[in-house]
């Protein structure tokens, strides 16, 4: 980079938090920083006395503050000054928090060298047979990221020298795999293939706290087809297997090989993907399907599957207990009586009057409740939720949106409300309106 002659006001002071090999400073040094550029990226600094400015990437700074704010930033990474770790375990996750169950920021790649900045009071790991031994270490990757790791499957060093990034590339040089591809590359795939992959679906139900069980299933799905354990030393060579809710497929192959960055090839097979994200965590399936090229869009979750539907169950019995408990039984005047035997079935008596515009004249009393969908935010303020009526003799159920009151049951017909993904996202034009009163 160029160098450029100091003046002006300048926008407070940084730590470098990545040693800088091009200028030869190392991590800790205070920085004066003139310039910012969201443009290019980068700060334009100088150390402070010198009168040559310089540019650093953003990520290897302190954000700019007072002088004062600034030493006290240094003073706070003093312990760890000039110590980066290698990362020994592929998929080892950069946490929010320093909590094993915090959401992961980042995964890290075996060989590949972080930035240990200072120690944090987190809460302990456990592995099943008691706590494991390390700490939660506040960490920088050499791509900006920032996080919480645990230490134990980390080898800190001092560096001894200001090209700390070299020691990756020395240290996957010293390896290669059978297609004499750089162990880096190796490494990569091997953290691809040890991570679960599952449709983007689940990544959105997760995200906004509504677990579709219809959409949600255990069996759905990309698997490499490859034991790690069995392989470590051996070709990527497996078969792969697609199940998704409406895709699926297999495909065998002799070998994984990179053929652009972040973009690979499944060899012998019409299969190709590509991973995006800062930690890889997402990826584009591409392949063909009766000639037609189509492609499924995955995401890696840590997430347990099997419990978030187990717990997702457990919550809509609850919710059907409550409205149980508040009756059991609900009388209207015009639409007859609903009376719930157990949180799962029902019977009701004398619904005439709703035959058969919403329930059809061959159903029988004899009903079966589950909550199937969820509702739109702008329906919460209303409603707490969805009523599916299963009633014998009918093949598909009836819908109701519901509100238990502190006198009744509100019940509002939903047969034609939208739905999309498993949510009513509207009410149904000019629906009918049915309340029951506790007896």
């Known amino acids: 980079m160029g160098l450029f002659s100091s003046c002006g006001k300048n926008l407070g002071y940084s730590v470098l938090l990545w040693s800088n090999s091009e200028h030869e400073i190392a991590d800790g040094t205070l920085l004066k920083v003139h310039i910012r550029s969201n443009i290019s990226q980068v700060y334009v600094v100088s ?26 930033q240094q003073k706070r990474f003093s312990e760890f000054e000039h110590t980066y770790a290698r990362v020994k375990l592929d998929g ?14 980042y995964r890290l790649r075996e060989g590949e060298i972080i930035r240990c900045l200072y120690r944090g009071a987190g ?43 070299s020691k990756t590339q020395d240290s996957a040089a010293k ?69 998704t809710e409406n895709a699926g497929g297999s495909w ?42 189509k492609q499924e869009t995955l995401v890696a979750l840590s997430e347990d599957i099997e419990k978030l539907i187990e717990n997702e169950l ?15 039984v609900f009388k209207s005047s015009n639409y007859g009586t609903i009376k719930f035997n157990n949180e799962n079935s029902v019977t009701w008596s004398n619904y005439k009057l709703l035959q058969p515009a919403i329930i059809s004249n061959k159903a029988l009393g004899s009903v079966t409740v589950t909550l199937d969908y969820f ?9 707490d939720g969805v009523l599916t009526m299963h009633f014998t003799g009918m093949e598909e159920g009836v819908n109701f949106l519901y509100k238990l009151t502190d006198t009744g049951l509100r019940l509002e017909d939903a047969s034609k409300a939208p739905v999309k993904d498993g949510v009513v996202t509207a009410r149904s034009a000019s629906p009918m309106i049915l309340f029951f009163e506790k007896k």
């Open 47 to 72: 150390i402070p006395g010198s009168r040559e400015n310089f540019e650093i990437p953003l990520w290897q700074a302190t954000e700019p503050e007072s002088k004062s704010k600034a030493l006290r």
């Open 92 to 105: 080892l996750p950069i946490r929010s928090d320093a909590v094993n169950t915090s959401k992961q920021v």
């Open 123 to 165: 809460a302990a790991v456990t592995n099943g047979k008691g706590n494991m031994q390390g700490e939660w270490l506040r960490v920088l990757t050499e791509t900006g990221t920032y996080g919480w790791c645990f230490s134990h499957n980390l080898a800190l060093f001092q560096a001894e020298s200001f090209d700390v990034s």
């Open 175 to 243: 390896m290669n795999d059978l297609k004499g591809e750089s162990n880096g590359d190796a490494s990569i795939i091997r953290a691809l293939i040890a991570k679960k992959w599952y449709p983007q679906s689940f990544a959105n139900m997760i995200k906004v706290g509504r677990i579709d069980i219809n959409r949600m299933n255990t069996a759905y799905g990309f698997s490499f087809g490859i034991n790690i354990e069995e392989n470590a030393d051996s070709p990527f060579a497996g078969t792969a297997v697609l199940n």
């Open 252 to 293: 065998t192959y002799t070998d994984i090989t990179k053929k652009a960055e972040k973009e690979y090839e499944f060899k012998g097979a019409n299969l190709k993907m590509s991973v995006r994200g800062a930690g890889s965590d997402t990826m584009i399936l591409q392949y063909s399907e009766k000639g037609r090229p």
């Open 314 to 328: 457990l919550r809509r019995q609850n919710e059907l207990k409550r409205i149980a408990k508040a009756g059991p």
């Open 375 to 383: 509702i739109a935010g702008s329906l919460k303020s209303s409603y």
